[in-house]
């Protein structure tokens, strides 16, 4: 619990930090080495080589992490405690989040559509610069409300559960999902199960981050009402199985329609619109989704501190 609270108050405080030494740069480059690895080892069985990749590195995340904090601990209990903290500290990414969206919004306040189309093109998929000023809010909207599953709420979850190891195991889940999980040429069959596994890791966090988003538009004095009616009816709009959850009951609260088609690459995809455009999108409507976004995160701490107390009660 001590681990969580720390961990959660240092991303609050300080944000996610931007360094070379950020344990999930360290996990990517471990994964890319060893994709090279297993790519040539399975060249027959490129599926059974990503599996292995996946399962290597995520049970490799979680044993040094694990094991760290039981060799500190034998040491000195107080460090392991604050040494736990540091590494959930490093899963959880909300101020990061809202940080990364607002760097957007101040470009399009200033009017720097040119400026604010390059910023965004760091934080999306998605082609950038046919976007007008109101196509950047809305992805700037989507990109917040879609990672507060996996970029918040899931690894708090995990945390809560397992502990820093589990949590940190999770952005190995996360990682190897935007590194692998591609359904082009190069990844589909290599990616399949880091893309498969992100999607059942996160089946249940989504679920929860979108009764969460609800629950924080109750509090806030937004339009929770409209906020569930349009997260039932479009929680499955996305070719993903978790990432319209978030995303419909944000819609809900603002008003506004979120998803449909987009540029990738050059080519146009088609995607299922998700909300309903009862006004036209603006700047406020960052300022709202960022609320909801903390407000959402307090949450997420309070049911992971009820989960450790059940767990604690369960074994203890």
């Known amino acids: 619990m001590i681990e969580l609270t720390i961990g959660f108050i240092l991303d609050l405080l300080i944000g996610d930090p931007e360094n070379p030494i950020h344990p999930?740069?360290?996990?990517?480059?471990?994964?890319?080495?060893?994709?090279?690895l297993t790519r040539k080892l399975f060249k027959k069985s490129l599926k059974i080589g990503g599996f292995i990749t996946w399962f290597t590195v995520v049970m490799t995340t979680f044993l040094i992490n694990y094991f760290i904090l039981k060799i500190v601990g034998e040491f000195n209990k107080?460090?392991?405690?604050?040494?736990?903290?540091?590494?959930?500290?490093?899963?959880?990414?909300?101020?990061?989040?809202?940080?990364?969206?607002?760097?957007?919004?101040?470009?399009?306040?200033?009017?720097?559509?040119?400026?604010?189309?390059?910023?965004?093109?760091?934080?999306?998929?998605?082609?950038?610069?046919?976007?007008?000023k109101q196509a950047i809010i809305r992805a700037v909207v989507e990109t917040i409300a879609e990672n507060m599953s996996d970029g918040i709420i899931a690894p708090i979850l995990y945390a809560g559960l397992g502990g820093?190891?589990?949590?940190?195991?999770?952005?190995?889940?996360?990682?190897?999902?935007?590194?692998?999980?591609?359904?082009?040429?190069?990844y589909r069959e290599f990616g399949y199960f880091s893309a498969k596994l992100d999607d059942v890791f996160n089946y249940i966090p989504a679920r929860i981050t979108g009764i969460l988003i609800v629950i924080s538009a109750m509090i806030l004095g937004y339009d929770y009402k409209r906020s569930f009616k349009t997260y039932k009816r479009d929680r499955y709009n996305h070719s993903s199985p978790n990432s319209a959850h978030p995303e419909a009951a944000m819609a809900g609260i603002l008003g506004i329609q979120l998803g449909g088609?987009?540029?990738?690459?050059?080519?146009?995809?088609?995607?299922?619109?998700?909300?309903?455009?009862?006004?036209?999108?603006?700047?406020?409507?960052?300022?709202?989704?960022?609320?909801?976004?903390y407000c959402s995160t307090i949450l997420s701490y309070i049911l992971s501190i009820i989960l450790i107390f059940i767990g604690g009660y369960i074994y203890g």
């Open 24 to 36: 999930v740069r360290i996990i990517g480059s471990f994964a890319s080495k060893l994709e090279s």
């Open 78 to 132: 107080y460090v392991e405690i604050l040494l736990g903290g540091v590494i959930i500290y490093f899963c959880i990414s909300a101020k990061g989040l809202v940080k990364e969206g607002y760097k957007v919004i101040s470009l399009v306040r200033k009017d720097d559509i040119l400026g604010a189309r390059k910023q965004l093109s760091f934080i999306v998929g998605r082609d950038t610069k046919r976007l007008d």
């Open 164 to 186: 820093a190891p589990l949590a940190m195991a999770y952005k190995a889940v996360n990682t190897l999902d935007s590194m692998f999980g591609y359904k082009n040429e190069k």
């Open 261 to 293: 088609s987009n540029y990738y690459f050059g080519k146009l995809v088609k995607k299922p619109t998700i909300g309903d455009s009862f006004k036209d999108i603006e700047i406020l409507d960052v300022d709202i989704t960022s609320r909801v976004l």
